[in-house]
């Protein structure tokens, strides 16, 4: 972590919670103390029929509420999908694009990626862009290449530390309870930090890195102490307060 970044932990709640678990939401809210709030950024990315009421729910708290997804256009005929001024009109300031969930089930390539982010920029929210190798890439040798792939393929120009957000997301490491080795995840956040600077000059040097895939109370500060890593996408432990929190603390 750096000592310059204020880190985020987001929680990614996926295609999981109903009304009833706004509850856990207040739990999470309850929890985040001024003095935590002002140590660490906490957010919750809920799915698309909850984000008013995750939003309602957290008016006068300090857990912000984003979206999971977002298509390109503003609005028209595109049956099922939610743009991102919806999710703004709706209470969200960010929304995650790219999540490999997205790119495997919806076939979203980085080009729609790209087109994402910067209609959550239209729309003022943050991007949470997120990248991560499978597992046959890394077998292979080659997680630092498709990393920088993607961030060169995903990340549109005129990003900003505040308007976007990488989360680097191994495959093979999400909802499996495997993570890479702290070396590991150094090393790619290194890159990250080396390809986003080379491109974005000081923004890219603060912009935030977070690593996700099975973050968990019990790693969460092994892998807050990694050169680079500026805060945790979590998926599972981020459905339950007491996880959620303990995460966060580690964070703080
Ligand atoms: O995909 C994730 C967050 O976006 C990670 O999910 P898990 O924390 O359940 O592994």
Redesign the pocket.
Known sequence: MSKTIKPLVAG?W?MNGLRSHLDVYSAIADGVTANLASKVDVMICGPATLTYALAQAGKGRAVLVGGEDCHTAVGGAHTGDVSAEMLADAGATAV?VG???RRTDHGEADEIVKAKAEAAWRAGLIAII?VGETETERKSGNAVSVVSGQLAGSVPDGATAQNSVI?Y?PVW????GLTPTAVDVEEIHGEMRKVLSARFDAEGDSMRLLY????KPANASELMNVANVDGA??????LKAADFLGIIAAYA
């Open positions: 990614n996926k995650i999540h490999s969930e997120c989360a997301e490491a999400i909802g499996t996700g895939g099975s973050v996408l979590v998926g599972g432990a981020s």
